[in-house]
């Protein structure tokens, strides 16, 4: 017979909150008796957490940075039953004081024997920056190690943010295309979830591509140095593992350390306040959740949770969800949360949140100003710079006032040969973003004459509908004092729209009234995700209305919309009335 056990953090000394700066093993894994679980690290020394038995991992507890005392869950084990025998005595192992502690994290001076590796060009950190910059730089010649903390590549944006919360939206999706099924005639039954296959489901999305980096590391002879790197001189970083350390002099090095997310202040350590990364562990049976901020994050994990049959409420702090969006947009979206959520409140803060056995307790001031009770809290209030605790003291390299690290068109810190990339960088905070960094920095550190001048930097909220926009918006351009014309097609009198049930978008051209160049766009509508960068490509391209609209669009898809509102701008549509008639560049 199995049964579960609750691993806990061991007696760590007088440590309190101690990070956690590696997480070993996945749900779903079979770990060995002795096998390492996580990795912590205070400012002294960091530490191995092994299992006290054999099993498999049922779920996590902990994730990457999280804060663990003494006694805090790690993970719950299902352990067979000699193996249970051996799991009660294992479990008293975990009471006996905790191994010595490893590799100090940030020795000043090199630790006897640590390893001593010599490379070109250095990259702290694997995400979708570093990994990008490193394989360009391996292409380009360069001798590269790539420094990680995390057992596997991808960053946030593989392990723990765009392809795990894109695997679960897609899930969503059809759990909610299905139900709005019923309104054409055709029933399904409730859907019936099981959480363990639907995280496996997510888990092996991910495995499959950060597998899949390993061997492009391996096949380029990317050295990967798994690690937490700390500059210890302006050529020279130390990589503390759990096993000791390594010292690598460089030549060049690129940051790309990414972000993480931001904590809100006087919220009680309670396993069920989470973060984005464990929040992507959905759990069962659906209860009530409270989602803190209504950005691109918060109503991602929103609009998971809602399909998966949770009760939200949203709470936002500004006047308006996705801000900084064009309020036109965003309403498309937010009166469909409207319908699906309990509450979504604006200009609303949390006040107090108290940890209760029957739930989390919360008071709002403001506009939805009360008191009510949840099974759950998401925290997404945004992400900060992982900046600090890296050495770049050492570096001599200069933070701006939020800790990020200004860099020039060629990725240029102030520091000759330090580059920096991705979310360290500042915001927008995107992969697609970091990854274009990356192959830039490379390229410059490679001699070669590059620079990082997107004109189109799409974002896109995957959310139900998504909304998606581009270079300037109507509200920036109003402060800056641009003049635009505009297109602005309805979905409404889209027929594929129309046939998808989902009339409620809106394409949104904005065109230089100077130059009549396109210059921004929003969409908000299913899929407007995917149409986006035809209109990234027209504005590097120096499209005009016409451009577009002459450009002929498969019929019918919701791309033609991108097509009707340039013809809108154009005057030459014919599916609406055009508000300005103008008279073509070469005629049709
Ligand atoms: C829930 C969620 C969903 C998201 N969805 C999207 C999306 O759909 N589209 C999109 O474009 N963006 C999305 N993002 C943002 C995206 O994940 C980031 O913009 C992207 O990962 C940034 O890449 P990066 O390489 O700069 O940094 P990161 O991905 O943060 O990678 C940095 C790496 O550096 C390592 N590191 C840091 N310090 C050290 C050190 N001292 N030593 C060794 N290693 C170190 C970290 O372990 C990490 O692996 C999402 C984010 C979240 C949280």
């Given at each position: 017979?199995?049964?579960?056990?609750?691993?806990?953090?061991?007696?760590?000394?007088?440590?309190?909150?101690?990070?956690?700066?590696?997480?070993?093993?996945?749900?779903?894994?079979?770990?060995?008796?002795?096998?390492?679980?996580?990795?912590?690290?205070?400012?002294?020394?960091?530490?191995?957490?092994?299992?006290?038995?054999?099993?498999?991992?049922?779920?996590?507890?902990?994730?990457?940075?999280?804060?663990?005392?003494?006694?805090?869950?790690?993970?719950?084990?299902?352990?067979?039953?000699?193996?249970?025998?051996?799991?009660?005595a294992a479990s008293q192992a975990t009471e006996r004081p905790a191994p010595a502690p490893a590799a100090p994290a940030a020795a000043p001076a090199p630790a006897p024997g640590a390893e001593s590796i010599e490379a070109e060009l250095l990259v702290l950190g694997g995400g979708p920056g570093g990994y990008s910059a490193a394989f360009r730089a391996a292409d380009?010649?360069?001798?590269?190690?790539?420094?990680?903390?995390?057992?596997?590549?991808?960053?946030?944006?593989?392990?723990?943010?765009?392809?795990?919360?894109?695997?679960?939206?897609?899930?969503?999706?059809?759990?909610?295309?299905?139900?709005?099924?019923?309104e054409h005639g055709i029933e399904f039954g409730q859907p019936k979830l099981d959480f363990e296959r639907i995280r496996a489901r997510k888990d092996e999305v991910v495995s499959t591509l950060t597998r899949g980096l390993d061997r492009l590391a391996e096949q380029r002879k990317v050295r990967v140095l798994r690690g937490l790197g700390r500059f210890t001189g302006s050529n020279e970083l130390s990589a503390a593992h759990a096993r000791g350390e390594a010292r690598v002099r460089f030549g060049q090095v690129i940051l790309a350390t990414g972000s993480r997310n931001v904590e809100l202040p006087g919220l009680p350590a309670d396993p069920r306040i989470l973060d984005s990364t464990r929040a992507l562990e959905v759990e069962g049976p659906p209860g009530r959740l409270l989602v803190i901020g209504g950005g691109v994050i918060g109503l991602e994990l929103?609009?998971?949770?809602?399909?998966?049959?949770?009760?939200?409420?949203?709470?936002?702090?500004?006047?308006?969800?996705?801000?900084?969006?064009?309020?036109?947009?965003?309403?498309?979206?937010?009166?469909?949360?409207?319908?699906?959520?309990?509450?979504?409140?604006?200009?609303?803060?949390?006040?107090?949140?108290?940890a209760g056995p029957d739930g989390l307790h919360v008071t709002l001031e403001g506009g939805g100003a009360g008191r009510d009770s949840f099974d759950r809290i998401l925290v997404a209030v945004g992400r900060r710079p992982n900046s600090d605790g890296i050495g770049l003291d050492a570096l001599g390299v200069r933070l701006d006032e939020r800790g990020f690290v200004p860099v020039d068109a060629q990725l240029?810190?102030?520091?000759?040969?330090?580059?920096?990339?991705?979310?360290?960088?500042?915001?927008?905070?995107?992969?697609?973003r970091a990854t274009h960094q990356g192959k830039v920095a490379a390229e410059v550190a490679a001699g070669v004459a590059a620079s990082f001048d997107a004109l189109a930097i799409p974002s896109v909220a995957y959310t139900d509908p998504e909304v998606a926009w581009v270079g300037i918006t109507e509200d920036e351009a109003r402060r800056r004092g641009v003049a635009l014309r505009k297109g602005v097609f309805p979905w409404s009198a889209s027929g594929r729209a129309l046939g998808l049930g989902r009339g409620e978008g809106v394409t949104k051209l904005l065109f230089s009234e100077e130059t009549e160049r396109i210059v921004g766009a929003g969409l908000v509508g299913t899929h407007a995700g995917e149409l986006i960068s035809e209109v990234a490509l027209a504005?590097?391209?120096?499209?005009?209305?016409?451009?577009?609209?002459l450009t002929v669009h498969p019929h019918p898809t919701l791309s033609e919309t991108v097509a009707f509102a340039a013809e809108l701008v154009a005057g030459t549509i014919t599916d609406m009335l055009p508000p300005r008639p103008r008279a073509p560049k070469g005629g049709r």
């Open positions: 017979m199995a049964e579960s056990l609750v691993v806990r953090v061991p007696d760590i000394g007088e440590f309190e909150g101690v990070d956690v700066v590696e997480v070993l093993v996945t749900v779903g894994g079979r770990v060995e008796s002795g096998q390492a679980l996580i990795v912590i690290e205070s400012e002294k020394a960091s530490m191995e957490i092994p299992s006290p038995a054999a099993g498999v991992v049922e779920s996590l507890a902990v994730s990457l940075n999280a804060k663990v005392s003494e006694g805090d869950p790690i993970c719950t084990l299902r352990v067979e039953a000699e193996a249970g025998a051996d799991a009660g380009l010649g360069k001798s590269v190690v790539l420094v990680e903390r995390d057992a596997t590549l991808g960053g946030v944006c593989l392990n723990v943010g765009c392809i795990p919360s894109k695997a679960l939206l897609h899930m969503a999706e059809v759990i909610e295309q299905a139900r709005a099924l019923a929103a609009t998971v949770y809602l399909a998966f049959g949770w009760r939200v409420v949203i709470v936002e702090l500004l006047a308006q969800l996705l801000s900084g969006v064009d309020r036109d947009l965003v309403r498309p979206l937010e009166r469909r949360l409207r319908e699906r959520c309990e509450r979504v409140l604006l200009e609303t803060r949390v006040a107090s949140v108290e240029r810190t102030n520091v000759q040969h330090v580059f920096a990339i991705g979310d360290v960088t500042g915001p927008p905070l995107l992969a697609h504005m590097e391209l120096g499209a005009d209305a016409h451009d577009i609209g």
